[in-house]
């Protein structure tokens, strides 16, 4: 159309969202299924690519001196808020004091202020007893906690994301004594017991990486865990 310059030809499935710097002179363009690009404006010039392996439709604000975005997204943890300077691209940098489970994020055009959506899955694990009866809640926090497994004596091993990433945690038959025994910082989860209830195997998916199958040892009355070993 007259008056319209087309400023992208990208491959499929092509640029899905836009964002000006607030001076106007900079563009950047969420590409595909997880990318960002930045270029100068009106004349793009150069594409540089800044944001990679991030969650499709998340968004994207820039601050206010346009040295950096902000996006909101997945990268192998909860949605976070994540800082990304133009000056280093693939330095991000995971806001993890703010905006843990944080979508559609913006920001400011004259004040140092973000404002984003928190919305958080509270999910937690009850126990119902099998001839019947109330249900009782064993295990729960401000987050997701699922996937749990029972082992013979009656331990509970379950995935949690309370610390911030899908880790695995053990309690007591009763959700006593929860503490996290693995620290892989990827999504981690699908805890199964061994028969004696002496070891506890699970899937981890790290960032950028396939997923693998790895194992702890787990015993005593403290439920004592051995540093995780990968398995495959």
Known sequence: ARGHKQLTDPPAPGDLGVELSHDGRQIAVRRGFGDVYVASFPEPGEWRRIVSNQTEGEAVTWLRDGSALVTSGFMGSN??????PLA???ASIRLTSVGVEAFQVNASADLNRLVWLHSVDDTNIWRMPA????AVRVVSSLFRDSDVAASPTGALAFRSDRSGYPE?????????NQRRITGLEGFTGSPRWSADGRRLAFDSRLPKANGDIWTV???GPGLECTKPVRVT
């Open 131 to 134: 001839a019947g009866g109330p």
């Open 79 to 84: 949605n976070s808020l994540w800082l990304h």
């Open 88 to 90: 280093t691209p693939g």
């Open 168 to 176: 695995i945690w053990v309690a007591g038959p009763s959700g006593e």
């Open 217 to 219: 040892a787990c015993d």
